[in-house]
């Protein structure tokens, strides 16, 4: 929560135009997955439908390419130049700082906040446009699922909170871990 948070106040993206690029993306995302179920289903003598199908195919892949291609860089772009203000702002900060303050707060808690906390931020907002467009996806693909079959839809979501379930117990395990891991080499840096 913190992070969007962070990214509300520090980027200035164009939401409208990154929004219909996600949307774009996770559309043509499923509409494949529809596309090739619709193929299945073709019989020998229908191959105007199987060109058509094809050309279909291209043009969805080429819009998926394109609008995902347009995602990742504007969220890299705005996320980029967020962390840039902050890491400016932070750095004015410290050189302000009294030295009895620098030193009551440590070079190495400094220098951690400033370039190793700033670049997992950096990496985790990379990742945010690709976590909407596959929400989007997951949605419309769902939709589909539930279109086609109902039985295969209850299947897959109960196979999904099972797996769910199992990604999040691990996640709370590696946080603690990543935890001690920092406090590990704020330690040895501290050394």
């Given at each position: 929560m913190e992070f969007l948070r962070l990214l509300r106040t520090e980027a200035k993206p164009d939401l409208r135009r990154i929004g219909v690029m996600v949307l774009v993306?996770?559309?043509?995302?499923a509409a494949v997955l529809a596309l090739i179920n619709a193929a299945s289903r073709l019989d020998e003598d229908q191959r105007g439908s199987a060109t058509a199908l094809s050309v279909?195919?291209?043009?969805?892949?080429?819009?998926?390419t394109?609008?995902?291609?347009?995602?990742?860089?504007a969220t890299a772009l705005e996320v980029e130049g967020a962390i840039h203000?902050?890491?400016?702002r932070?750095?004015?900060?410290?050189?302000?700082?009294?030295?009895?303050?620098v030193e009551h707060i440590g070079r190495t808690r400094i220098f951690k906040g400033l370039s190793t906390e700033i670049q997992t931020i950096s990496q985790t907002g990379n990742g945010l446009?690709?976590?909407?467009?596959?929400?989007?996806?997951l949605i419309f693909a769902t939709l589909y699922l539930i279109s086609v079959s109902m039985?295969?839809?209850?299947?897959?979501?109960?196979?999904?909170?099972?797996?769910?379930?199992?990604?999040?117990s691990r996640l709370s395990r590696m946080n603690t871990a990543?935890?001690?891991?920092?406090?590990a080499e704020y330690e040895l840096h501290d050394h």
């Open positions: 993306a996770g559309l043509s995302n279909m195919f291209i043009l969805v892949v080429a819009a998926f394109v609008s995902q291609r347009f995602v990742l860089r203000r902050l890491r400016s932070l750095i004015e900060k410290v050189r302000h700082c009294e030295l009895d303050g446009g690709m976590l909407i467009q596959m929400g989007v996806m039985t295969a839809f209850i299947l897959t979501l109960v196979f999904t909170l099972a797996a769910a379930a199992l990604y999040f990543v935890q001690k891991a920092s406090k």
